[in-house]
Every structure is written in structure tokens, then in C-alpha cells.
């Protein structure tokens, strides 16, 4: 079975739909989602009720969906994270509101498990080293993990004796299941290794592999929404960037 994998969307309706029609194109119809829906962006309502929309998904809770609902104290973000989830607080609805505070921290199926940050604190820490990927070992089972959070493109796996390899994971690169693995698929609206496009990949539960994808998107629509809301303008050249 082929899963679209995607994490960070953080309120970017335009790169969401852009990552959900290359799924359509390539067949895709099971989805996994890593958290982070609200946040940053200028569509947080939108992307709530897609996602709650969408067949076939799992979700798990990210730090910013976590902060809007009050589970998580402001103090833990910067002022414009601040900001931007607030101003996500005054556009959702009762049900989208509800649909995000009831995301879990963690999921497992028979096929992956699934967290926002990493499996022994999904919701803070950025899993970013082969030494964290070790340490977390023994906080999950069923591999792969998908991980997202840091919006990095990464993978990690047990090695040759028990020496963990990890990587950037590059577009249209199968990367082949071996041991416990864990695939952080980047971020949909918010990239950060220097690559604007939406971040997203595959994973093939049959032939077990994941393989990323970047997916153009416009970018100036979303900076343009932006600028009518008053956002801090930081969150806006970001995209052009992709940090
Ligand atoms: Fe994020
Ligand atoms: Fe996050």
C-alpha cells in the first residue's frame, strides 16, 4: 500500500492542496500526517478542515496545534509563532477546534508508527542526530516512524553493528527499510533546508520504501494573503527563502 507522508503544514491551504493533487496524480489514497496543521500560515481553518476531510488519514498532534488549544504554554514560542497562533485561535471553528484537540500525541498501525517531535517527547524535541535517534529506541516498535518538527528532510537508521546512519533524504531517492527507521518528510508550508517548494513523500508498505517529492506551489499568493492579515512580515519572506 502506498502512503503520502507530510508533516508541518502550519496553515499553508495553498502548498496543502498542491501536496494533496501530486498524491491524487500518483495514485495515493492513504495518508499520514505528523502534526504542526495550524501555525505560521495564513490558512489555518482551511487546513484543519481539509485534513479533517480527508480519507484514509492518520494525524498525529503537533507543538503549534498543541499550543492553539491551550495544551501547551505560549512562552515556549517566539513572538511571531506566538502571533500566528493566536491569530489561529480567531479562525477556527468549534469543529475544527475540536478535530485538533482530539489528535493524538502518538499512532500505530500494523504498517508505522507515527509522532510529531519523536516517540519519548512527541511533542518538543527536535529529532535532528543519530544519537537521539539511538536514545529513542526503545520508546517505539513498529518501524517505520514518521517524524516531522524540525521541517529537515532527514532519515535515520540502525546500521551495520548497531551504528545509526542518517542523511538528507533527496527528491525521487528510494530509500529501502532496513531495521528500525525513522522519515521525516519535511515540511509542506514552511521549508527550511533552503528549498521552497512543499516538502512531502511516499512510503510503500509492500516494497518498503519511502521516497521524498518537492511540489511547486504559489508562493506569492500565500505571501499576499499574508500581508492582507497583517502578518509579521518575517513569516512571509521565509517562504521565498525556504528557512
Ligand atoms: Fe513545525
Ligand atoms: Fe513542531
Known sequence: MKYGIFSDVHGNHVALKAVLDFYRKNGVENFVCCGDIVGYGPQPLECAETLRGLKNLVTVMGNHDAAMIGKMELKWFNANAAWAIDFARTQ??????????????????????????????????????????????????????????????????????????????????????????????????????????????????????????????????????????????ILAERLSFGF
Not at 99 to 105: F, N, Q, S, V
Request: aromatic fraction near 12%; charge should be negative; proline fraction near 7%.
Open 92 to 233: 477556527l471553528t468549534g469543529q475544527a477546534m475540536d478535530y485538533i484537540a482530539g489528535l493524538p500525541e502518538r499512532a500505530e498501525t500494523e504498517h508505522f508508527t507515527a509522532v510529531h517531535g519523536s516517540p519519548r517527547k512527541p511533542l518538543t524535541e527536535y529529532l535532528l542526530s543519530e544519537g537521539q535517534f539511538l536514545d529513542n529506541t526503545k520508546n517505539w516498535s513498529v518501524s517505520p516512524c514518521f517524524i516531522g518538527h524540525s521541517h529537515m528532510p532527514l532519515y535515520f537508521r540502525e546500521g551495520e553493528a548497531g551504528v545509526p546512519e542518517t542523511d538528507f533524504l533527496k527528491p525521487a531517492v528510494k530509500v529501502f527499510v532496513t531495521g528500525k527507521n525513522m522519515f521525516n518528510p519535511g515540511s509542506v508550508g514552511q521549508p527550511r533546508d533552503g528549498d521552497t517548494r512543499a516538502s512531502c513523500g511516499i512510503y510503500d508498505s509492500d516494497k518498503k520504501y519511502f521516497e521524498l517529492y518537492r511540489v511547486f506551489y504559489d508562493v506569492g499568493a500565500v505571501q499576499k494573503m499574508m500581508a492582507a492579515l497583517k502578518m509579521p512580515a
